[in-house]
């Protein structure tokens, strides 16, 4: 069974940056993925990455986060930069039971993180 904690959530103003990260347990290699969630709005997948490293950005976010797994450490982490409000939501880490693909969409994972809050202020 794999179980996810997210931390490292906070506020930031505009043009900032935050790290997030999730412990994973139980990992085995899982193809993971950050997702975020804005009040009034559907979830929404913002990062992903498998076993083989590859790794897909929703278009509102490439070029400002990166996703990284480092597997020694059983972590997910999700660096934040220039920040807009728009990133202002509750983000989760999900894992899947496949070790390769990359998707951004909620069905294609298993196990899901309790949220982290972020709130980016202009």
């Known amino acids: 069974q794999v179980q996810l904690v997210e931390s490292g959530g906070g506020s930031v103003r505009a043009g900032g940056s935050l790290r997030l990260s999730c412990a994973i347990s139980g990992y085995d290699h899982n193809a993971m993925a950050w997702f975020r969630q804005a009040p009034g709005e559907e979830r929404e997948g913002v990062a992903c990455i498998d076993d083989l490293g590859m790794t897909a950005y929703a278009d509102s976010v490439k070029g400002r986060f990166t996703i990284t797994k480092v597997d020694a450490e059983n972590t997910l982490y999700l660096q934040m930069s220039a920040m807009k409000p728009e990133d202002t939501a509750v983000y989760y880490c999900?894992?899947?039971?496949?070790?390769?693909?990359?998707?951004?969409?909620?069905?294609?994972?298993?196990?899901w993180g309790q949220g982290t809050q972020v709130t980016v202020s202009s």
């Open positions: 999900a894992a899947a039971r496949r070790r390769y693909g990359v998707s951004l969409r909620q069905g294609a994972f298993d196990y």
